[in-house]
Nanobody, 121 residues
Framework: QVQLVESGGGLVQPGGSLRLSCAAS????????MGWYRQAPGNQRELVAY???????FYADSVKGRFTISRDNTKNTVFLQMNSLKPEDTAVYYC???????????????WGQGTQVTVSS
């Protein structure tokens, strides 16, 4: 069994910063892509950024230059540094990861439970 646990959300003023973390644990053999999505009330879940293992990073246009994704493979953890936050960044942020468990040949996508980010004065 695999779990993704996010942390680091909260309330911040416009222009402020937050750093989200997501740690994967369990019967993990290998992790390929790790990424972040977000969902605002009334909206569909949207991709924010993803980081394949050793390949090119992707950012949504709306966050380029403000958000930075990184990962610590020794700790199976992905981070999202969010700077210059705007009210429109308010959403529940979810991490996900494509994980191969021990004894399996396939990668399966797993999701965290989500963490609320609110940008408001």
């Amino acid at each position: 069994q695999v779990q993704l646990v996010e942390s680091g959300g909260g309330l911040v003023q416009p222009g402020g910063s937050l750093r989200l973390s997501c740690a994967a644990s369990g019967n993990i053999f290998r992790i390929d892509v790790m990424g972040w999505y977000r969902q605002a009330p009334g909206n569909q879940r949207e991709l924010v950024a993803y980081m394949p293992d050793g390949r090119r990073i992707f950012y949504a246009d709306s966050v380029k230059g403000r958000f930075t994704i990184s990962r610590d493979n020794t700790k199976n953890t992905v981070f999202l540094q969010m700077n210059s936050l705007k009210p429109e960044d308010t959403a529940v942020y979810y991490c996900n990861a494509a994980i191969q468990t021990r004894g399996s040949a396939a990668f399966t996508v797993h999701w965290g439970q989500g963490t609320q980010v609110t940008v408001s004065s």
